[in-house]
């Protein structure tokens, strides 16, 4: 993607629907560069710039995680928080199905299949959020309670 061009993608479909107003920020995407690349190459704390995780439970049902791009989540405590006896990463090509998202360009709005959605709570905490726009290469800025309201997400505290 040149540098300064806006894609449209189904996520930013669902943002323009929503009313919502963002900030587009392509940037040189890295083969599993993850959030630190991205927070590089747009000059903000890796804290701000939240990645969305496809996983799934134990009877195999996909959910997204949104989460601090320096954090982890604790699998053990969302399985716990959601009334499961596990709670893993999908492999890249389930979680792709599930999305219709390439891993590395996974938006939480705009998927191709409706998941629950659980976001780390204290991402409330941040004026404003980068998160995956739909495609390598491209995050959005907005703020954290724009992503509550367009994905009514289930707030939980499993950050490590």
Request: net charge positive; aromatic share 4%; proline share 6%.
């Given at each position: 993607?040149?540098?300064?061009?806006?894609?449209?993608?189904?996520?930013?479909?669902?943002l323009r629907a929503g009313g919502v107003s963002?900030?587009?920020?392509?940037?040189?995407?890295?083969?599993?560069?993850?959030?630190?690349?991205?927070?590089?190459?747009?000059?903000?704390?890796?804290?701000?710039?939240?990645?969305?995780?496809?996983m799934e439970d134990d009877r195999r049902r996909?959910?997204?995680?949104?989460?601090?791009?320096?954090?982890?989540?604790?699998?053990?405590?969302?399985?716990?928080?959601?009334?499961?006896?596990?709670?893993?990463?999908?492999?890249?090509?389930?979680?792709?199905?599930?999305?219709?998202?390439?891993?590395?360009?996974?938006?939480?709005?705009?998927?191709?299949?409706?998941?629950?959605?659980?976001?780390?709570?204290?991402?409330?905490?941040?004026?404003?959020?980068?998160?995956?726009?739909?495609?390598?290469?491209?995050?959005?800025?907005?703020?954290?309670?724009?992503?509550?309201?367009?994905?009514?997400?289930?707030?939980?505290?499993?950050?490590?």
């Amino acid at each position: 993607m040149r540098k300064g061009k806006i894609p449209v993608t189904a996520a930013i479909r669902v943002l323009r629907a929503g009313g919502v107003s963002y900030t587009g920020h392509p940037y040189a995407y890295e083969e599993k560069g993850g959030t630190a690349v991205s927070a590089r190459e747009l000059a903000v704390s890796e804290h701000a710039v939240v990645k969305t995780l496809v996983m799934e439970d134990d009877r195999r049902r996909p959910l997204i995680v949104l989460m601090h791009g320096d954090r982890q989540v604790s699998t053990k405590e969302l399985a716990r928080r959601i009334g499961a006896r596990s709670v893993s990463p999908c492999a890249p090509e389930t979680a792709e199905r599930h999305s219709g998202y390439l891993v590395g360009g996974t938006s939480p709005f705009g998927t191709r299949h409706a998941m629950p959605v659980y976001m780390e709570e204290t991402i409330l905490d941040l004026p404003k959020i980068y998160i995956n726009g739909g495609r390598r290469g491209f995050l959005v800025g907005i703020s954290p309670g724009e992503a509550v309201r367009i994905l009514s997400p289930v707030l939980v505290r499993v950050a490590t």
